[in-house]
């Protein structure tokens, strides 16, 4: 009897509550008592280094970008053109490459606009992957595991650092087509799943389904209430329940969704000499320049780690058969990623987002079975880190003279996790959790911070 009477009069006290207050003062009086009653989930965790990033965006290139046709410039392969190696020949770059920056570093033809902020840039040419298959190598890119699928680096960062608003998610997916593993690549596997990343399909409703079907806004937080205080009255005979936990945590991640990612994803009202950067017009909801400047959008709103896969596991930068496929892929990608640096450093954003790009192995200096294309190659490729501490200007190590060993500073997938988690403030070995017995880590018993790439 008497629990019955608490309830009713909780019910009571929550609807006294949506009658009197709405819109922005609702959502001020939900972050006060999330923050009375120990927060959100996915509220901001402290760091355990000084980190400079506060935000993490990765551009992943499927399908294995040539190192050598786009940043690494080696004039040995256009001089031995035609030279038998092992098997094969060196095969020359059809591509021409020029001087950038003050740095007067060489960038090709196929990415103009990277190259005319190239002194932002800091080069990693001695990246190397255990695989050479698409599959385990992209895994291994976002997972650290060549063979088993584990937790991604999103959901690792989300883990430790929480998001920055919790009415959004902390890790957003831009996948207009999937990639090769596809959820895989974004999963948080025993991480708790609101780690998990949020997947965008760029279109008309990114993500469908946003809209609620409830017509009164005072009706929809009365029943987002009443529900709410039946799951803390379930989970509390349940505290251990780490599914139940993920579930509710979802569920307001969702309701979150219907009120802020519209507008966020609405970028009808952007300026002219924005749009013309990213080189998207009005009504524009698809192309990749539209996903980076949603990118931005997303970041100013509290979103912590934003991926974006530029195609999917066909008909992507895997040129067997010739390297000219190189030229539309390039056009698509370089200037929405260039603006999107751009933009943020003009915001004031720059200095403390952490811009990434890779791809799952670069491509052979020599030909393939057809010798117009390049095969796999992940012995050495070049990835890179745009702001959020990094150094700009700066190109770590280095390859031989054709671009196939690598031949000073070499970086694996455990020292790339490393480094991203140390300019996001996070120390690998301390961002652990336990499973199934043990303690699991992105970097798993490796990796190491070169010094030199931290600013």
Known sequence: MSGGFHKRRKFLQRTAMGAAIGGSALRSQLSLAAGVNNGHPLAPRKTHLPGKAKRLVVFFMTGGISHVDTFDHKPKINRDAGKKFGKSRIKASQFAFQEYGQTGRMVSELLPHCGSIIDEFCLIHSMSNKSGGHSAATLGMHTGSI???????????????????????????????????????WDSNFLPGFHTGVRVVPGEQPIPHLHSKVKSLKRQELERMMLQDLNEDHLKLHPNDVKLKTRMTNFDTAYGLMKEAPEAFDTSRELDSTLKLYGVDREDRKSFGWQCLATRRLLERGVRVVELFDIGSNRNWDAHGDMETHRPLARKLDQPMAALIKDLKLRGMLEDTLIV????????????????????????????????????????GASDDIGAKIAEDGMEIHDFHATILHLMGLDHTELTYRYSGRDFRLTDVHGHVPAALVS
């Open 357 to 396: 790009g890779c791809s799952e192995f670069g491509r052979t200096p020599w030909e393939d079975r057809n010798p117009k294309g390049r095969g796999h190659h992940s012995a050495v490729f070049t990835t890179f880190f745009v702001g959020g501490g990094s150094k700009a200007g700066l190109s770590y």
């Open 147 to 185: 063979t088993i699928p584990l937790p991604s680096i999103g959901s690792w960062v989300s883990h430790g650092l929480g998001t920055l608003n919790t009415n959004l998610p902390s890790f957003v997916v831009f996948a207009e087509k999937e990639p090769y593993n596809a959820y895989q690549c």
